[in-house]
């Protein structure tokens, strides 16, 4: 990339700044909503419900108030309106990377080796009807949920990138997927960015406020008999065929639990050779109005990511923020021995991500950031996830790993665990994320010395397949 022509194409006077943006164009004028995630300040009156401060029983214990947590919730407790279902979380409901991602919704899951055709076409049903249903809860319950369904663009860099997605587009249209191939032409039709050859577009994909979503749904749980208690992290976890879950004030003996903890399952002493936590760095410009938007060179879509090996994504919401993340190394960090709190200093990860942005889209150097925040992912190494259950009595469910694509994955995750109660999980097998097993990850030290070497001399994350 050349700086220099970058800087000359985005360099616009104040007057001419103000004219387009209608804000000051020095940064620090605006003040920035540190580490709270755009989603999250959309439900501004959300109060975090009470700890749990007794001993109880339960049929099942959910850890976890992310999507997977709460999809379990919602769908079991339909299922089962006769069982008592209990939901433990830590902090408060979408806390986690579930309020504090990129927002896309997105179809597929990483980590798939040699699929055949049957898996191709079995993922892309399972994603594109775990998009419908996430849409269906929002239309079904009338939540007050932010979203946007006007696909999707996976943007190519090479010339040769851009030939292999035009054929795989072809390969997934006989499939009868119906993703399109689009070139440079039409591309700017949706979005006019730099630097790019070409784009698989999928209409069926979108945008979504995870934290609305999530929030929105806790008096739907509590309608339907399951029992919330916020602020309630649990400190230990005792196998048997009843389980027993310590927490600072209380106890919960269920007949079966979740683990909807995902980034923080390593802390309760599970899959830590799996996964570890992988803190994504993630901005957002103050709203932009649709001429705004357009003067950017943003027309339509919901979203792009592209296919470089630290990916960078944007989304726009239907109010006209645009959320940035990925690009480089600086937007990523692991912390020693799985630590999951983040300071809150990301200061060269946002420069870079406004880098990474404005090699896309020259004129958002222009455009203020109004929030910046992180989230906690669970990475596997070859970046698949995992949706089971396991443990000597069959009676420690789970789902996590979803690297990246967890609006969808962890939501369907509920469903697939609900079916894996049930005895009821045909459709689900045969799927890559269906009791899929992890490549092992070394253990502290080598995890973390292994981790800082390899990006900081390749510049990629470290990775099998």
């Given at each position: 990339?050349?700086?220099?022509?970058l800087?000359?194409?985005?360099?616009l006077?104040?007057?001419?700044?103000?004219?387009?943006?209608?804000?000051?164009?020095?940064?620090?004028?605006?003040?920035i909503?540190?580490?709270?995630s755009?989603?999250?300040?959309y439900?501004?009156?959300?109060?975090?419900?009470?700890?749990?401060?007794?001993?109880?029983?339960a049929d099942?214990?959910?850890?976890?108030?992310g999507?997977?947590?709460?999809?379990?919730?919602?769908?079991?407790s339909?299922?089962?309106p006769?069982?008592?279902?209990v939901?433990?979380?830590?902090?408060?409901?979408?806390?986690?990377a579930?309020?504090r991602?990129?927002?896309?919704?997105?179809?597929?899951?990483?980590?798939?080796?040699?699929?055949t055709p049957?898996?191709?076409?079995?993922?892309?049903?399972?994603?594109?009807?775990?998009?419908?249903m996430?849409?269906d809860?929002?239309?079904e319950?009338?939540?007050?949920?932010s979203?946007?369904?006007?696909?999707?663009?996976?943007?190519k860099?090479?010339?040769?990138?851009?030939e292999a997605a035009?054929?795989?587009?072809?390969?997934?249209?006989?499939?009868?997927?119906?993703?399109q191939?689009?070139d440079t032409a039409?591309?700017?039709?949706?979005?006019e960015?730099?630097?790019v050859?070409?784009?698989m577009?999928?209409?069926?994909?979108?945008?979504?406020?995870g934290?609305?979503?999530?929030?929105a749904?806790?008096?739907?749980l509590?309608?339907?008999?399951?029992?919330?208690?916020?602020?309630?992290?649990?400190?230990?976890?005792?196998e048997g065929?009843?389980?027993?879950?310590?927490?600072?004030?209380?106890?919960?003996?269920?007949?079966?639990i979740?683990?909807?903890?995902?980034?923080?399952?390593?802390?309760?002493?599970?899959?830590?050779?799996a996964?570890?936590?992988?803190?994504?760095?993630v901005?957002?410009?103050?709203?932009?109005?649709?001429?705004?938007?357009?003067?950017?060179?943003?027309?339509?879509?919901?979203?792009y990511?592209?296919?470089?090996?630290?990916?960078?994504?944007?989304s726009?919401?239907?109010?006209?923020?645009?959320v940035?993340?990925?690009?480089?190394n600086a937007?990523?960090?692991?912390?020693?021995?799985?630590?999951?709190?983040?300071p809150?200093?990301?200061?060269?990860a946002?420069?870079?991500?406004?880098?990474?942005?404005?090699?896309?889209?020259?004129?958002?150097?222009?455009?203020?950031?109004?929030?910046?925040?992180?989230?906690?992912l669970a990475?596997?190494?070859?970046?698949?996830?995992s949706?089971?259950v396991?443990?000597?009595?069959?009676?420690?469910?789970?789902?996590?790993g979803?690297?990246?694509h967890?609006?969808?994955m962890?939501?369907?995750?509920?469903?697939?665990?609900?079916?894996?109660?049930?005895?009821d999980?045909?459709?689900?097998?045969?799927?890559?994320?269906?009791?899929a097993?992890?490549?092992?990850?070394?253990?502290?030290?080598?995890?973390?010395m292994?981790y800082?070497?390899?990006t900081?001399?390749t510049?990629?994350?470290?990775?099998?397949?």
């Amino acid at each position: 990339m050349n700086l220099l022509t970058l800087a000359e194409k985005s360099m616009l006077t104040a007057a001419q700044a103000a004219a387009i943006w209608g804000y000051p164009t020095r940064l620090e004028k605006m003040a920035i909503d540190e580490n709270r995630s755009l989603w999250a300040t959309y439900t501004p009156d959300y109060q975090a419900g009470p700890p749990l401060r007794q001993s109880i029983t339960a049929d099942l214990a959910i850890i976890g108030g992310g999507f997977t947590g709460v999809s379990t919730a919602y769908h079991f407790s339909r299922r089962y309106p006769e069982k008592k279902v209990v939901l433990l979380e830590a902090k408060s409901l979408a806390n986690g990377a579930s309020g504090r991602n990129g927002g896309m919704m997105l179809n597929w899951v990483y980590g798939v080796e040699h699929p055949t055709p049957e898996t191709i076409k079995g993922i892309y049903e399972a994603t594109s009807g775990a998009i419908a249903m996430i849409l269906d809860i929002i239309r079904e319950h009338q939540l007050a949920v932010s979203y946007r369904q006007d696909g999707c663009l996976e943007v190519k860099t090479t010339p040769e990138s851009a030939e292999a997605a035009h054929a795989e587009t072809e390969m997934l249209n006989q499939l009868g997927i119906p993703v399109q191939y689009l070139d440079t032409a039409a591309l700017r039709g949706k979005i006019e960015l730099d630097n790019v050859y070409g784009a698989m577009f999928d209409p069926s994909e979108g945008q979504l406020n995870g934290a609305q979503f999530i929030r929105a749904l806790r008096p739907v749980l509590v309608e339907q008999g399951v029992e919330i208690y916020e602020q309630t992290p649990v400190l230990k976890v005792k196998e048997g065929a009843e389980v027993v879950l310590t927490t600072p004030q209380g106890e919960v003996k269920a007949k079966a639990i979740v683990l909807a903890t995902n980034g923080y399952t390593g802390k309760l002493g599970y899959f830590r050779k799996a996964i570890f936590p992988l803190h994504s760095h993630v901005f957002a410009t103050a709203p932009l109005s649709a001429e705004q938007q357009a003067a950017l060179g943003w027309h339509s879509a919901a979203a792009y990511a592209d296919d470089v090996n630290r990916i960078s994504y944007s989304s726009r919401t239907p109010e006209g923020h645009i959320v940035f993340g990925g690009g480089s190394n600086a937007s990523y960090d692991y912390r020693f021995n799985n630590g999951t709190a983040y300071p809150n200093r990301i200061d060269r990860a946002v420069q870079a991500m406004q880098q990474t942005m404005a090699g896309y889209l020259p004129k958002s150097q222009q455009v203020p950031i109004a929030h910046r925040w992180t989230g906690t992912l669970a990475i596997s190494f070859r970046r698949n996830c995992s949706v089971g259950v396991m443990g000597e009595n069959r009676n420690v469910y789970y789902g996590l790993g979803y690297s990246g694509h967890g609006v969808v994955m962890a939501n369907l995750a509920g469903k697939v665990i609900t079916d894996i109660y049930s005895g009821d999980d045909e459709q689900w097998r045969g799927l890559p994320f269906y009791q899929a097993s992890f490549a092992p990850i070394p253990l502290e030290p080598f995890r973390w010395m292994g981790y800082q070497l390899f990006t900081r001399l390749t510049g990629r994350s470290p990775r099998l397949g």
